[in-house]
């Protein structure tokens, strides 16, 4: 089946990283259906084939990423901007509420960004709520442990790729699981929100799901088993694909509960996914 094209305007695109083979392919797509605009914290070099423009952030921290977005969006007349750099999803959100282009909305995106806005949403829905408190300090996330019962995940509010997430068995260590949760970083950080989780340990299967989000509707185009490596951290080392079974039922119903609108089937992959971050990994008991 042929593509079918798009006339979009200029789209600016945040965030790339410097390795090419990593996920050249996706600004390759991107760029045969607009004209990108690179904004980002590094010179281009693998990009430039693919880009039309380029901003500088020339400063760490949010408000420069800002400042630097919002002179990029009116410069280029910009129809868009988009990112696939977890660090960089709510201000992005930010600031194509604040230019009027389209998104998913800063609420949403904070909404799977910071774990216990999703977990408090989640639990207002009733939908396998996990029990979880959000903690500051290792007094705390020891009387949070006692509460739930142990085994318990220790994870930090706002990172991702199982940054700093561990879990713990033993009450005599879960002083030590808040300092890593606690001490875990990204390198130039633009979203954060303080504190530590700390959670019931939920076990069974775990199923990702990736997502196409087009105008309000969720389609999911694969389900996959994730394989994790050695406790006590959750890394992930893998995927298996999976029929759309009880873990696409599950994740459909996740989905909905947290207020997003699914259509029925899913569809044949497009060439590149928006991966739908956080509300999507779940596990089954
Ligand atoms: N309560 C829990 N019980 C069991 N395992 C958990 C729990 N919370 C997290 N995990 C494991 O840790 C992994 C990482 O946790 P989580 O998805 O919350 O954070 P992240 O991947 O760092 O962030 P994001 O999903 O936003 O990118 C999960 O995929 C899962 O394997
Ligand atoms: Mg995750």
Redesign the pocket.
């Known amino acids: 089946m042929t593509p079918r094209r798009l006339a979009l305007g200029p789209l600016v695109l945040v965030g790339v990283g410097r390795r090419s083979p990593f996920r050249e392919y996706a600004v390759a797509a991107m760029a045969e259906r607009a004209g990108l605009v690179l904004m980002d914290i590094h010179e281009p070099a693998w990009p430039k084939p693919f880009i039309r423009s380029f901003h500088l952030i020339t400063e760490p921290g949010p408000e420069p990423m800002l400042a630097t977005g919002r002179a990029a969006i009116s410069a280029e007349r910009a129809a868009g901007i988009a990112t696939y750099d977890?660090r960089y999803t709510v201000p992005v959100a930010r600031l194509a509420a604040e230019a009027g282009l389209p998104g998913s909305g800063l609420a949403a995106a904070i909404a799977?960004?910071d774990?216990w806005e999703t977990r408090q949403r989640l639990a207002s829905r009733a939908l396998g709520a996990?029990r979880a408190s959000l903690v500051t300090s290792a007094a705390e996330a020891v009387a949070a442990a006692r509460d739930i019962g142990l085994p318990v995940?220790l994870?930090p509010r706002a990172?991702?790729?199982?940054?700093g997430?561990v879990?713990v068995d033993d009450s005599d260590d879960v002083a030590r699981g808040f300092a890593i949760a606690a001490a875990a970083s990204v390198p130039d950080p633009v979203f954060s929100a303080p504190g530590v989780l700390v959670?019931?340990?939920?076990?069974g299967a775990?199923f990702s799901v990736d997502s196409v989000i087009c105008q309000g509707q969720v389609t999911p185009v694969f389900v996959a088993r994730?394989l994790?490596g050695p406790r006590p951290f959750?890394e992930?080392v893998g995927h298996f694909d999976t029929a759309m079974g009880r873990g696409h039922t599950c994740a459909m119903q996740v989905c909905h509960f947290i207020g997003v609108a699914l259509t029925a089937a899913p569809r044949p992959a497009p060439r590149f996914l928006r991966q739908m971050?956080?509300s999507t990994?779940l596990?089954t008991a």
Not at 159 to 163: E, Q
Request: charged content about 45%; overall charge positive.
């Open positions: 977890d799977c960004k774990k996990v995940v994870k990172l991702a790729a199982s940054k997430v879990r959670e019931e340990c939920v076990d775990e994730k994790l959750f992930e971050q956080a990994s596990r």
